[in-house]
């Protein structure tokens, strides 16, 4: 542990390891996310990234390491729930939006869910609706509001449910997959409003698609067997013979 880094990182894994069935998933994982940043995390399958996911979400107990979230809540203490009203959202690879309602209500829906019910009675509608209105422009559904959300395209599923996330106001974004079968032009579209979203919110991606890491522009984590092999810009690690014979070769 260092406690000095630590109190500065939005997230802080430190020796994290997972073990299933005798089969290490995570070995010894240890990196950070500054307040603010968004970070690229790619590696082979089986790297761990989903694994490292589900750890910071609470889904898996590590077996050791710590894991912070905001320089002081010890995530491993917390349950899934405590973790996102703490402020973490997560989106898995395939888009679970509600079918048979329009993109504004699934919104709606989403701002409701995440509302303190204390809070409901100084509610304002107003507020409600410009939060919908801003979110809308930022995931490019500006012009479909009143469509059902099972008649968008898969890349407009995926950027309604981020849209959703956005709705509970998390201060990390766990992004899971998210350009996987979209179009190129989709493609292109996810990264400008990642790199929109990521102003105002701390973002993790995981990706498989190197044209679109690229297009972040972010600092990459390479995870492999579990730990970080490298990191740095995409130029770097793409240079190091380690990633290029594990992973960026094949
Ligand atoms: N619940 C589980 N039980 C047993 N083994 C598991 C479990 N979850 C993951 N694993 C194993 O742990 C390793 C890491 O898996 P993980 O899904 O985290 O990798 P990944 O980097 O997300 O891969 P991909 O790019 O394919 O999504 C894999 O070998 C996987 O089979």
Redesign the pocket.
């Known amino acids: 542990m260092n406690p000095d880094l630590m109190t500065r990182t939005l997230l802080y894994l430190d020796g994290v390891s997972v073990s299933?069935?005798g089969?290490r998933?995570?070995n010894n994982l240890s990196f950070t996310i500054l307040p603010g940043e968004m970070r690229a995390i790619i590696?082979?399958?089986?790297?761990?990234?989903?694994?490292?996911m589900?750890v910071v979400t609470g889904k898996?107990r590590p077996d050791a390491g710590h894991v912070i979230f905001d320089g002081k809540v010890d995530l491993t203490k917390q349950d899934e729930a405590a973790i996102a009203s703490l402020g973490i959202g997560r989106k898995f690879q395939k888009p679970t939006v509600f079918e048979s309602h329009t993109v504004w209500d699934n919104l709606d829906l989403a701002i409701e869910g995440a509302r303190d019910p204390a809070s409901t009675l100084f509610h304002m509608e107003g507020e409600e609706r410009d939060r919908i209105e801003e979110i809308l422009g930022i995931v490019r559904l500006r012009e479909r509001r009143y469509e059902l959300a099972g008649a968008l395209s898969h890349g407009q599923k995926q950027w309604l449910e981020i849209g959703m996330l956005l709705a509970q106001n998390p201060k990390l974004l766990l992004v899971d997959?998210p350009v996987a079968g979209m179009t190129d032009a989709e493609t292109a579209e996810t990264a400008d409003l990642l790199r929109e979203i990521a102003r105002t919110h701390s973002v993790v991606v995981?990706e498989?698609d190197m044209t679109f890491v690229r297009d972040l522009g972010v600092k990459v984590t390479v995870?492999h067997e579990?730990s970080v092999l490298a990191e740095g810009s995409l130029d770097h690690v793409s240079a190091d013979p380690r990633v290029v014979e594990v992973y960026l070769g094949r």
Do not use: C, I
């Open positions: 299933f069935d089969f998933a995570l590696g082979p399958n089986g790297a761990g990234k989903t694994t490292m589900d898996t997959e995981v498989h995870l579990g």
